[in-house]
């Protein structure tokens, strides 16, 4: 273990480091790394870290994270792309399939993977499916093991040497993405890695994704925070209204939640209300610190029996294969 990183070194190419291998002689790095794992190992959480500001949902269920999510770190040394991406898990339905698109399409053209695990010390049959996969791949891979903050110290290397049999990773990296623990060497590290070239995005940008869609994720954030389990995989955002009132600092917004089951409803609604008023406070208050300005915000609840297995409903509620492309 490098003494003066916390993380272990398995192969470095020092050429990367004068960018001047094939003669290039820009000064700042840029490019894309993709974030893979499981369902719930902390992903999102991460990727609002490392950009310092959240982008992506984030809760203790399965399928929080559905679309593929680009967020963008830019500072002095140059850009980095982190491709946030749904936890990889059988398909169920169309929608799962799409969300299996989403992870895999997020390989394509990248220059780096980030493979996040829990710290365990056995590693477990879906784990040992992702590392098939990603020996496919001829980019550098790092494995990110997360949630350091929960285990003693000494426990950490058997982790180490469970994963290092199951995939040749270029270095292994042991984070916190809850505390900021590693945060900092992840993205000296990652830089190590990328090419040197101009940045893909204005310095400014934080992410690809446009405001009704982080608004309607916020919706469904919150409602996956105040529902009971069975129901948040089953619900769908949209955002039917989103206008700024003119001479005020004020958005209008209305969205729709969409379940598949009319006793979903109920549910989603509580009695009198009460659990949608909660989901709609709990939306306002964050969607206003997002925009910086205040929201009027109205929710309705409507039922689309199976919109999951509905390609055009669900291409209406902005999950497009085109989009992945």
Known sequence: MDEHHNHFIIEEDHTRETGQANGNTSITKSGFATIIGRPNVGKSTLVNHLVGQKIAITSAKPQTTRNRIQCVLTEERGQIVFLDTPGVQKAKNKLGKYMESATFGALRGIDLVLWMVEPDKRVGEKDRAIAERLARETVPVLLLINKVDTIPKDELLPVIAAFQDVLDFAEIIPVS?????????????????????????????????????????????????????????????????????????LYDIDATIVCEREGHKGIIIGKKGT???????????????????????????????????????????????????
């Not at 919150?222 to 089953?234: F, I, Q, R, T, W």
């Open 275 to 325: 659990r949608l008023k909660e989901i709609g406070s709990r939306a306002r208050y964050e969607m206003e610190q997002s925009l910086g300005k205040k929201v009027n915000l109205k929710l309705w609840v409507k039922v689309r029996e199976r919109w999951r297995d509905n390609e055009v409903l669900m291409k209406n509620y902005g999950y497009r294969k085109d989009d992945l492309e």
């Open 177 to 249: 993405a809850k505390t900021g623990e590693g945060c900092e060497d992840l993205v000296d590290t990652v830089f190590r890695y990328l090419p040197y070239g101009p940045m893909y995005f204005d310095p400014d940008t934080i992410t690809d994704q446009p405001q009704r869609a982080i608004c309607a994720e916020i919706v469904r954030e919150k409602a996956l925070h105040v529902l009971e389990d069975e129901v948040p995989h089953g619900i769908a955002v949209l955002i039917d209204k989103m206008k700024l009132r003119r001479g005020k600092p």
